[in-house]
């Protein structure tokens, strides 16, 4: 199946990992990847990531604050500055090599408007990342991350979810202007354990290094949860065949519950 593919283009190869956009509120401020997915990668041990998986993306928040426009400017690199409601949910499928690993997203696009709502929450489960976009000229639109995340959230394990705080429209936001919106938003971000970002659509400013940074933390939780699941089922094997003998039992149950730490 793979072989049938085109090659992953050369603008969405990403070998080292992308930096946050404020220390502040970021997922986590290392300088690179984890050295575990690092390792796993060089001996291609990253299981189904790389063959089948394809992580799953949601993108929310109110109506107009520029979320279809966000993902245009990415896939596309177009921009429309005529406003089309979506109706329900839209998807656009993006594929990376991370690490040397294909790596693919789906970015679900949900419709903002009030009556649609209830046709894009349909679409919400089984997000791997969630991204809650808000225009940093509408202060309203931002205390309304608060709810979009709950909705969100409702249909995903919170333990399992990355999420990301989006300011967009920061073209049309003066510098004294923003800063007073980024000071909030940072808060709002810190309390969601959000990574915070600020883009333009319109002139592209941030939107690939977002997108990026997405696609590299997505896969770094993947290749993660592939190492922890493997080295579960190793556990498991051990405590199968041993559970005869207490000394080895012992052993790996004690070996599990530092994996646990
Ligand atoms: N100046 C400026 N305008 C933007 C930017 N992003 C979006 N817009 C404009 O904002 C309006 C709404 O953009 P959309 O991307 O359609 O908004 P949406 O969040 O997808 O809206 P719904 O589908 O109703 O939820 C459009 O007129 C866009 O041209 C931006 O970065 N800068």
């Given at each position: 199946m793979m072989s049938m593919l085109a090659p992953?283009?050369?603008?969405?190869?990403?070998a080292e990992l992308p930096q946050c956009f404020h220390k502040e509120a970021a997922l986590h401020s290392r300088s690179s990847f984890h050295p575990q997915v690092t390792g796993a990668c060089q001996e291609q041990r990253t299981g189904t990531v790389g063959r089948f998986k394809i992580s799953k993306i949601i993108v929310v928040g109110d109506?107009?604050?520029g979320k279809t426009c966000l993902i245009n400017r990415f896939c596309k690199d177009t921009f429309d500055k005529n406003y089309k409601a979506t109706i329900g949910v839209d998807f656009e499928m993006e594929r990376f090599e991370v690490l040397g690993v294909p790596f693919s997203l789906q970015l679900w696009d949900t419709a903002g408007q009030e009556r649609f709502k209830c046709i894009a929450s349909t679409?919400?489960?089984?997000?791997?990342a969630i991204v809650i976009v808000f225009d940093v000229n509408d202060v309203a639109s931002l205390a309304h991350t608060r709810q979009w995340l709950a909705d969100a959230l409702k249909e995903n394990d919170p333990s399992n979810v990355i999420l990301f705080l989006v300011g967009s429209?920061?073209?049309?936001?003066p510098p004294a202007q923003y800063s007073l919106i980024e000071r909030d938003a940072i808060k709002v971000a810190k309390e969601m354990h959000a990574e915070y970002w600020a883009v333009s659509s319109l002139t592209g400013e941030n939107v690939r290094e977002f997108f990026f940074r997405v696609a590299s933390l997505t896969f770094e939780s993947s290749v993660l949860a592939e190492l922890e699941k493997s080295s579960a089922r190793k556990i498991g094997d051990v405590v199968r065949i041993c559970s005869a003998d207490g000394d080895l039992y012992l052993t790996a149950q004690r070996r599990k519950s530092k994996c646990c730490r």
């Open positions: 992953v283009r050369r603008d969405r190869i990403i109506l107009s604050v679409y919400y489960r089984g997000a791997q429209k920061k073209d049309l936001s």
